[in-house]
Every structure is written in structure tokens, then in C-alpha cells.
């Protein structure tokens, strides 16, 4: 995903996505991006009120026209996928804007 992908993506995460704990929303502080695919990326959203953590998997559909998000919650699937990456939110974007 680029940095327009991401900002959209993370733009939905705030609007749509509640703790499944106590449904509580998240903000920009909240999110984390743990890794991106072309057209994926993987958030870690820490909840401020009950301190859950919840991780989603966010892809994007290619075509322009009907473009849309979806979400697949799948914690194991995940994990699994991660592996050890060790990604950085901060360096990530900083390196998405010079493109
Ligand atoms: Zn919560």
C-alpha cells in the first residue's frame, strides 16, 4: 500500500473499527501499522480504556472505480504471517512520503 492506501485505510479504522472488548474507538495514537502488502497491511490497535489489543488485516481491492476496504479479523492467521517482523510506524510513513 502507498501513503494515500494508508491514510484512507487507517482514516476507516478510525471511523468504522470499535474494541471488540468495550467497543470503544481508536485514534491515531491507538494505531500501528505492522505490515504492508501492495494491496494489504496489518494494524495493531491498542485500546486506551480496557488495554486490549487487537490486530486486523486491511486489504484493498485494485479496480478504481469500485474500490472498497475489507477487514478480515483472523488474530492466528496473522501471527502467523508476521512472523518477526519488526515493523515501525513512524519509519514506514517516513519513507512512504519521499516516493
Ligand atoms: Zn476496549
Not at 7 to 21: A, D, G, N, Q, W
Amino acid at each position: 500500500m502507498n501513503y494515500e492506501d494508508l491514510k484512507e485505510v487507517i482514516h476507516y479504522l478510525k471511523k468504522i473499527t470499535k474494541c471488540s472488548e468495550c467497543n470503544g474507538h481508536f485514534t491515531d495514537k491507538d494505531i500501528s501499522i505492522l505490515a504492508t502488502l501492495p494491496f494489504e497491511a496489518i494494524f495493531q490497535l491498542n485500546c486506551k480504556k480496557c488495554g486490549n489489543t487487537m490486530l486486523v488485516n486491511i486489504g484493498i481491492k485494485p479496480e478504481r472505480e469500485h474500490r472498497s476496504i475489507v477487514t478480515e479479523n483472523d488474530v492466528e492467521n496473522i501471527r502467523n504471517f508476521l512472523g518477526s517482523f519488526n515493523g515501525d510506524f513512524k519509519k514506514l510513513f517516513n519513507h512512504s512520503k519521499k516516493q
